[in-house]
């Protein structure tokens, strides 16, 4: 999470809320010293389903952890603050997440709580209460909206792979320069960063052209250090 804004004093906090409780349709938070730095914390994308906002017709929003409605007093508190999608605002709407946990994305580490397999977002443990509410009240494996992309972005990127060793032995350096640049464009600034990093560790062609990078010593840092990312950014079984 971002350093708080140092405009964020305790007497604009106590200012803001206090024009909050009097308008509760007065959007306060919507200060350019707020909004900035979440947005650039999460690199433009929903902290839930990593949709790049402002695409594909689903516009920012800075949304409450916890719900402005129901805790007033939260209403500019640094780390109740984060980018959201229409989708995931819409579906969360006014959920008590202090009596009905889902995951932060502020403070926990989603690798806890999820893996992707075939464009679905699963409960690693579905006794975890945490986890499954997530899933359930941010509609993360929405059809239309997000497991239909996921899906889409998984065959693009088989397709890719497959080219890149098919074609590899009769123009190495351009195939291996096209593998770097399809790893760099999946690290966590990268829109489902984790659908994207996932499928590519887990994809056999991937694996294979690895291993020929390697007895070829062509496997340098460049490739070590974007594996790195997607490994980072991925949400394995």
């Known amino acids: 999470m971002p350093p708080k804004p140092v405009e964020l004093t305790k007497d604009k906090q106590v200012e803001l809320t206090s024009k909050f409780k009097a308008n509760p349709k007065a959007e306060v938070w919507k200060q350019s010293w707020i909004v900035t730095p979440l947005m650039t914390m999460t690199f433009g994308k929903c902290a839930y389903s990593e949709m790049r906002l402002g695409e594909e017709g689903k516009y920012a929003q800075i949304e409450h952890f916890y ?89 693009y990127l088989k397709k890719r792979l497959k080219e890149i060793v098919d074609t590899f032995p009769f123009d190495k350096d351009r195939w291996r320069n096209e593998l770097l640049i399809l790893m760099k464009e999946s690290g966590r600034t990268a829109a489902y960063s984790a659908t994207k990093s996932t499928f590519i560790l887990s994809n056999s062609d991937y694996l294979q052209f690895k291993q020929q990078l390697i007895e070829a010593n062509l496997w340098d840092k460049r490739y070590y250090e974007a594996e790195e990312e997607l490994k980072y950014c991925s949400l394995p079984i």
Do not use: M
């Open 67 to 155: 719900p402005k409605s129901r805790y007033p007093n939260e209403v500019v508190e640094w780390g109740n603050l984060i980018p959201s999608c229409n989708v995931c605002n819409s579906k969360k709407s006014t959920l008590d997440t202090k009596r009905t946990p889902i995951v932060n994305p502020l403070i926990d580490n989603p690798k806890d709580f999820f893996y992707i397999k075939n464009g679905r977002l699963n409960a690693k443990d579905i006794h975890c209460v945490k986890a499954v509410n997530t899933l359930i009240y941010c509609d993360l494996n929405n059809t239309d909206q997000f497991r239909k992309k996921r899906l889409a972005i998984e065959a």
